[in-house]
């Protein structure tokens, strides 16, 4: 009788630790998902920021354009 006790709490340790384990690997599977939406959403911004970049100097080059045309007001 005195075994029964130790090993009902030596399994419910064991299933406690499997348990763990299987939170730890969900988690370690959550972190690399995580990770990976954020260097797709740093992508995002810099391409976002490129694009900007590009916009800029498309106005400037036809800003540029109208008014050697004076196509507008100075």
């Not at 005195?2 to 064991?14: C, I, K, T, Y």
Request: hydrophobic share 35%; glycine share 6%; aromatic share 2%.
């Amino acid at each position: 009788m005195a075994d029964e006790p130790q090993n009902l709490v030596l399994e419910h340790l064991r299933r406690i630790d499997r348990k763990v384990d299987g939170l730890l690997e969900e988690f370690r599977h959550f972190n690399l998902r995580v990770g990976s939406i954020e260097n797709h959403t740093v992508g995002l911004h810099l391409s976002d920021v490129q694009q900007n970049g590009e916009l800029d100097r498309i106005k400037n080059r036809l800003d540029r354009i109208e008014r050697s045309l004076e196509l507008v007001d100075r």
